[in-house]
């Protein structure tokens, strides 16, 4: 199955993460262990999308803090580095949403 690109990834220049993750658990040799390697597989990935937001989120307001003391006349690379990690980080919050309602849907389940 073909991953499809969300516009969002593209204009944020994320990576495809999770189709990766999802590919290669699906084509890792481990037999057995390949749920467990998926599950610290799927923590790092996170974490390092986590990082990732974080790290947009400092740059824009490094330079927000630039531009605002006159150190920095770049205004428009300013506003852009602002919506781009404001968007990273309303994905973010997405992700999380749909990671929770996931988890809401398994923990009602009746057995």
Do not use: C, W
Request: hydrophobic share 45%; glycine share 6%.
């Amino acid at each position: 199955m073909a991953d499809v690109v969300h516009p969002v990834f593209i204009a944020l220049d994320l990576p495809l993460a999770v189709g990766r993750a999802d590919s290669q658990a699906m084509t890792s040799p481990t037999g057995a262990n390949a749920a467990s390697g998926r599950g610290t597989d799927f923590s790092r990935m996170l974490k390092a999308e986590l990082d990732q937001v974080n790290a947009l989120q400092q740059t824009a307001s490094d330079r927000m803090n630039r531009v605002e003391s006159g150190q920095e006349e770049d205004l428009v690379g300013t506003v852009l580095s602002v919506q781009k990690a404001s968007l990273s980080f309303q994905l973010l919050l997405q992700v999380r949403n749909r990671l929770v309602e996931g988890y809401h849907e398994v923990f009602n389940l009746q057995l």
